[in-house]
């Protein structure tokens, strides 16, 4: 297992169009997290998975946003009609999940860059 | 919810010397506080973390100081090397003894060059 990954790394797309990313999380860990960073600042919390699901989602998913994890596995981020203030890397985050082995560190994968024209 | 003020939003030291990033949060349920750090084009990586329950934790050139009245944590890097250079996010969150755990809410980071 070679940690978290990401897919694509880079997506450059024109208003108006749909995006889709996926991540793949470190086997066996059960929750699964989706944050955004835009140039300069910290990653903004997005929303989080239990295994398949969908726990908690910040105010900034707006209604453009959907996100899954059908089978408790991998997840996909989809951006409905982007905006050109889409445009940011698109982190993945994975952690353990269960309290004993859950130290509270996230593992983060390489991001999706999403840029809108 | 929950809001991290972090600064400075760049700090320059001189190789060798220490380093202290500052950050406070605002809800006084969050009890967990890591720190990460970022090199450019790279994945934010964790290098230490507290929880509510000590005031301080060191792992070699690291530390981290907690004060939990205040609602303020500390980074604090001594002997400062060039690989120390990099951005470094603080963030919280509250976490449930059952092992649940809000998202983290992260500070927007801290530039830190080592001049050589």
């Known amino acids: 297992d070679t940690g978290v990954s990401q897919d694509p790394r880079h997506k450059i797309t024109k208003r108006g169009q749909n995006v889709t990313f996926r991540c793949d999380p470190i086997s066996e860990h059960n929750r699964l997290y989706w944050y955004r960073q835009t140039l300069g600042q910290g990653p903004e919390f997005l929303t989080y998975?239990?295994?398949?699901?969908?726990?908690?989602k910040s105010r900034l998913l707006s209604d453009r946003f959907s996100a899954e994890r059908p089978k408790g596995s991998f997840s996909t981020l989809e951006i409905q009609r982007t905006e050109q203030g889409d445009s940011a890397m698109y982190l993945c985050?994975?952690?353990?999940?269960?309290?004993?082995?859950?130290?509270?560190?996230?593992?983060f994968g390489e991001g999706s860059r999403l840029t809108v024209l | 919810g929950e809001n991290v003020e972090q600064h400075p939003s760049t700090l320059s030291v001189q190789e060798g010397d220490s380093a202290v990033i500052k950050c406070t949060y605002s809800?006084?349920?969050?009890?967990?506080f890591p720190w990460y750090k970022q090199e450019l084009g790279k994945r934010p990586q964790l290098i230490i973390d507290i929880r509510s329950n000590v005031g301080e934790k060191k792992d070699q050139r690291i530390a981290v100081t907690l004060n939990k009245t205040a609602k303020h944590f500390s980074l604090h890097i001594t002997e400062t090397q060039p690989e120390d250079s990099a951005v470094y996010f603080c963030a919280a969150s509250k976490r449930y003894p059952g092992g649940g755990a809000d998202g983290l809410t992260f500070g927007k980071g801290t530039h830190l060059i080592i001049q050589p």
């Open positions: 998975f239990q295994n398949e699901a969908q726990l908690e």
């Open positions: 985050a994975s952690s353990p999940g269960l309290a004993g082995d859950d130290t509270g560190e996230l593992f």
């Open positions: 809800d006084s349920a969050s009890n967990y």
